[in-house]
């Protein structure tokens, strides 16, 4: 995977969200290193609270953006990070996410 688009990708998601970002994590085939070509670019993006109808037109501009520069599909799911912690020792994707997921960025 190029770290490029990862950081590319990383800065901005914290542009466009700033201080609600809790973490970012790349998970799926990239994060267990069995991608192919054919692969998608899995991401958690878990936020303190939900999307507004302005933040997730700029999150689907970003991603957009990305796939075609990069030749990659970056699938960005957003989790409200309250659910989350609720959930995460429960729900398959979530118990999936926190074992075999990368952080590539959280909040200090």
């Known amino acids: 995977m190029d770290t490029n688009a990862l950081n590319e990708l990383v800065e901005g998601i914290l542009a466009i969200f700033n201080t609600q970002v809790i973490r970012i994590v790349l998970y ?51 989790i409200d990070y309250a659910v989350f912690k609720k959930w995460e020792k429960v729900t398959p994707f979530y118990k999936n996410v926190n074992k075999e997921g990368i952080v590539l960025w959280k909040a200090a």
């Open 28 to 78: 799926g085939s990239y994060a267990r290193e069995t991608n192919t070509s054919e692969s998608d670019v899995d991401i958690a993006l878990l936020l303190n609270g939900n999307l507004n109808e302005n933040t997730e037109d700029k999150l689907s501009d970003l991603v957009v953006d990305l796939n075609l520069k990069y030749d990659k599909v970056f699938s960005v799911i957003d």
